[in-house]
């Protein structure tokens, strides 16, 4: 799902045969990839989505054929997703850790006065 929703594939750049799958329980001696020859998983054909991911053409993920395969890693994908959601909503993330910051010292400020009441009591 993942490489479907943010367009990646792997955790590096896949650029030939010898990629991040090759050492997974995804292409084991038992796993799908040993069971279909295919070099890349399904999802990582460009074009596909959840629905449609089960037929996707076997020259994406038998051959790798160049440009029918998505290239880029979900490592690359996900810091540039955090980097430019994060970056534009900065003064908000800003205040509300701000504003946590200030419960969380407010709490333990609570908490000390209520165990300093209770032993006097």
């Not at 020859?37 to 990582?44: D, S, V």
């Not at 969380?104 to 032993?119: D, G, K, M, Y």
Request: net charge neutral; charged share 15%; with cysteine.
């Amino acid at each position: 799902m993942m490489f479907v929703s943010l367009d990646c594939c792997a955790v590096n750049p896949v650029n030939t045969t010898t990629n991040n799958f090759d050492n997974t329980p995804w292409c084991t001696t038992s796993g799908e990839c040993q069971q279909t020859n295919a070099e890349i998983p399904k999802t990582c054909c460009k074009g596909v989505t959840k629905t449609n991911y089960t037929s996707a053409p076997s020259t994406c993920f038998f051959n790798l054929n160049p440009g029918s395969y998505i290239t880029k890693g979900c490592y690359q994908a996900i810091r540039e997703f955090l980097k430019e959601n994060i970056t534009s909503k900065s003064p908000v993330v800003l205040a509300v850790g701000i504003i946590i910051f200030l419960v969380e010292v407010l709490s333990v400020i609570t908490s000390v006065a209520l165990c300093r009441q209770s032993f006097k009591d």
